[in-house]
Every structure is written in structure tokens, then in C-alpha cells.
T-cell receptor, first 114, second 110 residues
């Protein structure tokens, strides 16, 4: 089975802090994604990566950056955390290409910014 | 623009059948997924449609009409454990990027 592991289930940080969320997958997937999930808004794509050291902006990249130094690891960085970044963050991965390649999700990190 | 619409909430009775609709307007359609998400858990894959018609998997079926920009998820013989959110998502482009609807929260009552 595919395993996508996020480093923390719950995280509390303060406004202005630099926050790192880590995600690791064990299936040699090329594509990795970071979403945030908010009530009434669904999942919104922050950034994605289709290869090591490659990244693409999603729909809401402002205030975030990412790093993909190794194929299995994709990190989301909140450069200077703000209260409006309090949310559930979900990481996902999939093989490259079209067709029936579902994204596999981690369990999520519930981040609170105080 | 790109838009996916689903009802926000639905309620159904244990043992019954429920249909959750999804309409979409996207560019470069490459398929549609349905995911199930229980509260506090990760979304899990349910079904994939890329051609028109019905795909059946046990108690769950999913239908697609590309000309109408419409899909539905059909759940039969509802069980209490089916209480969850159901997410409709469309593939955009060839990088596997998904566009999600806001999700439909289904409550199954005894």
C-alpha cells in the first residue's frame, strides 16, 4: 500500500514564525502536492511538484514556499505565519501522467497560528 | 474559469440509496475522481471516470456525462459508516493536478 506520511498531526505556532510541514511518500511517485482544506472551501492547491527541485504554483501560493530536494520528500514552508493560515494541510502524491492515477493523501496536519 | 459544484449537505436513511451530484466547468478535462473523507481523516479514492457511462464498484457507482459536465456518485444499501464527506475532483492537464469541489457531507441516520 502507498504510504504518505506527514510529520505532525497537530501543530501550534505563533504569528511571524517560520513553519515547516514535512511530507514523505514511499512509492517513488513523481508528483507531490500540498493542499489546505477549510470548511466551505474544499481542498485548495497551494503548490505542486512533478520532479525533484521542480515546483509549480497552485491556486493559493501567497505566503507559502516549497522545497523538493529528494523525490520522496516535499516540504511546505510558511515564511512568516499569520492567523489566516490556520487550517488543515494535506499532502498527496501520484505517478506522472494522465489516466487512473489517484492521488494518495497523508493524514493531514491541523495547524493553528496564534 | 474552472468551477466544480456539489451540494453542501445531504441526509439519508440507513439501507436507502443516495445520489450525490457534481457539475463542473473546467478546461482540459482528463477524468473525474470521487473521494471519501471521514472526519479528521485523509481522503481516500473511491472511483474514476474518464468515459461517459456508469462505473460500478460494489455498493458504490459513479456516472459521467462529459457533454453535460455532470457526474454523480450513487451509494446503495447505505450503512452508518458511509457518513462522511464526498469530494468530486476533476483532473486538469497532464500533471495529475486536481480541482476539487467543496465536498458533500452525507449524514446517514438509523
Amino acid at each position: 500500500d502507498v504510504k504518505v506520511t506527514q510529520s505532525s498531526r497537530y501543530l501550534v505556532k505563533r504569528t511571524g514564525e517560520k513553519v515547516f510541514l514535512e511530507c514523505v511518500q514511499d512509492m517513488d511517485h513523481e508528483n507531490m502536492f500540498w493542499y489546505r482544506q477549510d470548511p466551505g472551501l474544499g481542498l485548495r492547491l497551494i503548490y505542486f511538484s512533478y520532479d525533484v527541485k521542480m515546483k509549480e504554483k497552485g491556486d493559493i501560493p501567497e505566503g507559502y514556499s516549497v522545497s523538493r530536494e529528494k523525490k520522496e520528500r516535499f516540504s511546505l514552508i510558511l515564511e512568516s505565519a499569520s492567523t489566516n493560515q490556520t487550517s488543515m494541510y494535506l499532502c498527496a502524491s501520484t505517478y506522472t501522467g494522465t489516466g487512473e492515477q489517484p492521488q494518495h493523501f497523508g493524514d493531514g496536519t491541523r495547524l493553528s497560528i496564534l | 474559469g474552472q468551477n466544480i459544484d456539489q451540494p453542501t449537505e445531504m441526509t439519508a436513511t440507513e439501507g436507502a440509496i443516495v445520489q450525490i451530484n457534481c457539475t463542473y466547468q473546467t478546461s482540459g478535462f482528463n477524468g473525474l475522481f470521487w473521494y471519501q473523507q471521514h472526519a479528521g481523516e485523509a481522503p481516500t479514492f473511491l472511483s474514476y471516470n474518464v468515459l461517459d457511462g456508469l462505473e460500478e464498484k460494489g455498493r458504490f457507482s459513479s456516472f459521467l456525462s462529459r457533454s453535460k459536465g455532470y457526474s454523480y456518485l450513487l451509494l446503495k444499501e447505505l450503512q452508518m459508516k458511509d457518513s462522511a464527506s464526498y469530494l468530486c475532483a476533476v483532473i486538469s492537464g497532464n500533471t495529475g493536478k486536481l480541482i476539487f469541489g467543496q465536498g458533500t457531507t452525507l449524514q446517514v441516520k438509523p
